[in-house]
Nanobody, 112 residues
Framework: QVQLVESGGGLVQAGGSLRLSCAAS????????MNWFRQAPGKEREFVAF????????YYADSVKGRFTISRDNAKNTVYLQMNSLKSEDTAVYYCKCQDVWGQGTQVTVSS
């Protein structure tokens, strides 16, 4: 069973940037597509970004397209989410997901 641990969250001003990491252990994730989701207070968890096992294909929610970039380093068993031009509406707990396994999440707070 794979375990996922997110890191890199924090407090940032609007317009700023953060880079989230999702480190996997227990099993290699190199054969699997990986997702980032987020959940804002009082809202349902929503899809943010997906990357295929090779990194060749990526997909984004319309709300983050052009501002966020998902990437992966299979040698490090890690997936990243580079977030630029952050907005207050990006405030949420961010989770990575591999198949049916979720990480514990990392809080991102954007102050306006």
């Amino acid at each position: 069973q794979v375990q996922l641990v997110e890191s890199g969250g924090g407090l940032v001003q609007a317009g700023g940037s953060l880079r989230l990491s999702c480190a996997a252990s227990g099993r290699t994730i190199s054969a699997y597509g990986m997702n980032w989701f987020r959940q804002a207070p009082g809202k349902e968890r929503e899809f943010v970004a997906f990357i295929s096992w090779s990194g060749a294909s990526t997909y984004y929610a319309d709300s983050v397209k052009g501002r966020f970039t998902i990437s992966r380093d299979n040698a490090k068993n890690t997936v990243y989410l580079q977030m630029n031009s952050l907005k207050s509406e990006d405030t949420a707990v961010y989770y990575c997901k591999c198949q049916d396994v979720w990480g514990q999440g990392t809080q991102v707070t954007v102050s306006s």
